[in-house]
């Protein structure tokens, strides 16, 4: 399983961003799609999250500034970054809960990472 983000860049303080992140492989189901964050010199951090049933959640931090979706039929997660600041830039890290036939578990799978710069 892989998982392959995209969508970063640099913008301007106040602009927009939208991340995605397609998993691929071999994946009967996935539960919990996500994003997290590091910025330099500090800890990976949750950003949003959503269940298999669209159920979102998000870092107060983030909250009415970000919306996270999902394509269950694509495996892809989105992540619509408005209202950017600068205290935003980090790479952006995409996760989920993979889970395959014969498997007892899910599995937990992080993508690469896409960074993005917000310029004051």
């Known amino acids: 399983v892989q998982l392959q983000a995209s969508g970063g860049g640099l913008v301007q303080a106040g602009g927009s961003l939208r991340l995605s992140c397609v998993a691929s492989g071999s994946i009967t189901s996935i539960n919990r799609m996500g994003w997290y964050r590091q910025a330099p010199g500090k800890q990976r951090e949750l950003v949003a999250v959503i269940g298999s049933g669209g159920t979102p959640n998000y870092a107060d931090s983030v909250k009415g500034r970000f919306t996270i979706s999902r394509d269950s039929a694509k495996n892809t997660v989105y992540l619509q970054m408005n209202s950017l600041k600068p205290e935003d830039t980090a790479v952006y890290y995409c996760?989920?809960?993979?889970?395959?036939?014969?498997?007892?578990?899910?599995?937990?799978?992080w993508g690469q990472g896409t960074l993005v710069t917000v310029s004051s």
């Open positions: 996760n989920a809960d993979v889970w395959n036939y014969g498997w007892p578990l899910s599995r937990n799978y």
